[in-house]
């Protein structure tokens, strides 16, 4: 009795939070946009540090959200190392003795490089960013371990804390320091706007890449075999 009573009062409660997100979404949707974002985004730009739109919404006008993005990321990096099967991410049937895989990495590995470097720097004025530039550099992070290139830093300990941790912490300091200037959380002094956002992007460029890697690497290993060619598997 007491499970049927306790399914129904979670199922109402579901319902409950259905209905009243329905309802939110309904009031908002039906109400005129008070202001025209765009515009108002255009005429505010200069003042941002930055010339492409979307970084200074990321960044600065919405960073909030941001913030709150890349504290998921660090949540989901440290969770997924505390599930790892082996303690030291260091699996040996992660690596591969592709020698055509090894001679590529000779050239692909430093153009990944040069790639990442100029998508965090023209993220300020066209597209590109932390997190495209992230993004890169864990590609060419696993590139590197599929090679069996050791990546000392992967294990457990400073290095690896700190490089999860490293954006999300210096974000939500310049976040604090920003407020404690006297201005309000997260609002950057106009002559500081830029070098601050470069720096923030520069880390967490460094964390995406750490996060996404750590995953990778602390993922299990599917030990199926694939199925022949021509078998019915």
Same mark, same amino acid.
């Given at each position: 009795?007491?499970?049927?009573?306790?399914?129904?009062?979670?199922?109402?409660?579901?319902?409950?939070?259905?209905?009243?997100?329905?309802?939110?979404?309904?009031?908002?949707?039906?109400?005129?946009?008070?202001?025209?974002?765009?515009?108002?985004l255009a005429e505010n730009?200069?003042?941002?540090?930055?010339?492409?739109?979307?970084?200074?919404?990321?960044?600065?006008?919405?960073?909030y959200d941001t913030l709150?993005?890349?504290?998921?990321?660090?949540?989901?990096?440290?969770?997924?190392?505390?599930?790892?099967?082996?303690?030291?991410?260091?699996? &040996? $049937? #992660?690596?591969?003795?592709?020698?055509?895989?090894?001679?590529?990495?000779?050239? %692909?590995?430093?153009? /990944?490089? !040069? *790639?990442?470097?100029?998508?965090?720097?023209?993220?300020?004025?066209?597209?590109?960013?932390?997190?495209?530039?992230?993004?890169?550099?864990?590609?060419?992070?696993?590139?590197?371990?599929?090679?069996?290139?050791?990546?000392?830093?992967?294990?457990?300990?400073?290095?690896?804390?700190?490089?999860?941790?490293?954006?999300?912490?210096?974000?939500?300091?310049?976040?604090?320091?920003?407020?404690?200037?006297?201005?309000?959380?997260?609002?950057?002094? &106009? $002559? #500081?706007?830029?070098?601050?956002?470069?720096?923030?992007?520069?880390?967490?460029? %460094?964390?995406?890449? /750490?996060? !996404? *890697?750590?995953?990778?690497?602390?993922?299990?290993?599917?030990?199926?075999?694939?199925?022949?060619?021509?078998?019915?598997?």
């Amino acid at each position: 009795m007491n499970r049927v009573l306790r399914t129904s009062l979670v199922a109402s409660a579901c319902l409950a939070f259905v209905a009243g997100l329905a309802f939110v979404i309904r009031e908002i949707s039906a109400t005129a946009t008070p202001v025209d974002l765009p515009a108002r985004l255009a005429e505010n730009l200069g003042r941002s540090g930055v010339e492409n739109p979307v970084t200074a919404v990321l960044l600065n006008f919405r960073s909030y959200d941001t913030l709150l993005e890349i504290g998921v990321l660090v949540i989901a990096g440290i969770a997924g190392i505390s599930v790892a099967r082996t303690s030291s991410l260091e699996d &040996p $049937e #992660l690596r591969t003795s592709d020698e055509l895989l090894y001679a590529l990495q000779r050239w %692909l590995i430093p153009l /990944m490089l !040069l *790639l990442a470097g100029y998508l965090l720097w023209a993220g300020s004025d066209r597209p590109g960013g932390a997190f495209q530039a992230g993004a890169v550099l864990a590609a060419s992070g696993i590139l590197m371990r599929l090679g069996g290139i050791p990546m000392d830093f992967l294990r457990p300990g400073l290095m690896l804390r700190l490089g999860l941790s490293l954006g999300f912490t210096v974000f939500l300091l310049v976040a604090v320091a920003s407020a404690l200037h006297g201005g309000e959380f997260l609002a950057y002094p &106009p $002559e #500081l706007a830029k070098t601050l956002i470069v720096v923030i992007e520069t880390v967490l460029t %460094l964390s995406i890449a /750490m996060v !996404l *890697l750590a995953l990778f690497v602390s993922a299990p290993v599917n030990d199926a075999e694939e199925p022949e060619e021509g078998g019915s598997g």
